[in-house]
């Protein structure tokens, strides 16, 4: 069985000189991830590995949840920034088998895209959102396909 925790980026700054890429997080999307971060523990739903899009924001919200959880696997890789469902779901095929519980951070509309993708299911993804997919029947994250994941646990910020 695999275990995937679906997570939007806690709320950024409307702008940022260096542009959208370079966005910082709000004070309240800082605080918006340290709350997320204890309602993950309390749940005990807390990763193996996080991989982010490589973009500042969403690099930000993964390293306070990694420094929460006392983890250092973490990975920030391009292809999530602006991605697709289908790039989305095409990364996650590419998990590494090591891992049974990974966290993606990332951007919308892809992750609500995904979210439908995975589940068949339409949920609110504001910023700091987390949702945990499981997949009953898969061993690998290459068997991760439409409609193979059951919603289990989400939530927004208040």
């Known amino acids: 069985m695999k275990k995937l925790l679906l997570i939007r980026h806690a709320e950024a700054l409307p702008h940022s000189e260096k542009g959208d890429y370079h966005r910082p997080l709000s004070k309240k999307g800082e605080a918006d991830v340290k709350d997320l971060a204890q309602k ?11 991989i982010c899009s490589a973009a500042l924001r969403t690099q930000t919200t993964a390293n306070i949840l990694a420094t929460a959880f006392n983890m250092n696997n973490l990975k920030a890789t391009e292809a999530i920034y602006e991605a697709s469902e289908h790039t989305l779901l095409r990364e996650i095929n590419h ?7 990974t966290a993606m951070v990332g951007h919308n509309p892809g992750i609500a895209y995904l979210l439908l993708n995975l589940t068949g299911k339409v949920r609110d993804v504001p910023p700091c959102t987390a949702i945990t997919i499981v997949f009953e029947d898969a061993d690998s994250w290459q068997e991760i396909t439409h409609e193979s994941g059951v919603i289990t646990w989400y939530a927004t910020p208040l």
């Open 95 to 101: 998990f590494s088998n090591a891992y049974d519980f």
């Open 40 to 50: 993950l523990g309390a749940n005990n739903l807390v990763p193996e590995q996080i």
